[in-house]
């Protein structure tokens, strides 16, 4: 079964700067498999939103409230996707997910990781 593992979150004031990293796991094929991996959000009472995502071809998209602030990048040597956070805000403060997607119709979510930031 294919999985996606998040790690990185944690506490961080606001102003700072966090990294959130995301592996495949248990299935031969890595994230480089994917023609779209990214991460989402969802914050305490809120709908999971849009943050970040990058193609195979190494596009990259972001939502408007992180644009200028946060980069994804993938490292095919170490397979992982990653999201660097800077000007780290309170309302940034949600669990972050990673997911993939495969055509034609396979997508891989992750548990969360929490990121908290305060003010």
């Known amino acids: 079964q294919e999985q996606l593992v998040e790690s990185g979150g944690g506490l961080v004031q606001a102003g700072g700067s966090m990294r959130v990293s995301c592996e495949a796991s248990g299935k031969t094929f890595g994230i480089w498999s994917f023609s779209v991996v990214g991460w989402y959000r969802q914050a305490p009472g809120k709908q999971r939103e849009f943050v970040s995502s990058?193609?195979?071809?190494?596009?990259?998209n972001y939502a408007d409230s992180v644009k200028g602030r946060f980069t994804i990048s993938k490292d095919y040597s170490s397979d992982m996707v990653y999201l660097q956070m800077s000007s780290l805000q309170p309302e940034d403060t949600a669990v972050y997910y990673c997911?993939?997607?495969?055509?034609?119709?396979?997508?891989?979510w992750g548990q969360g990781t929490q990121v908290t930031v305060s003010s």
């Open positions: 997911y993939a997607h495969r055509p034609p119709n396979t997508e891989v």
């Open positions: 990058i193609t195979s071809r190494g596009e990259a």
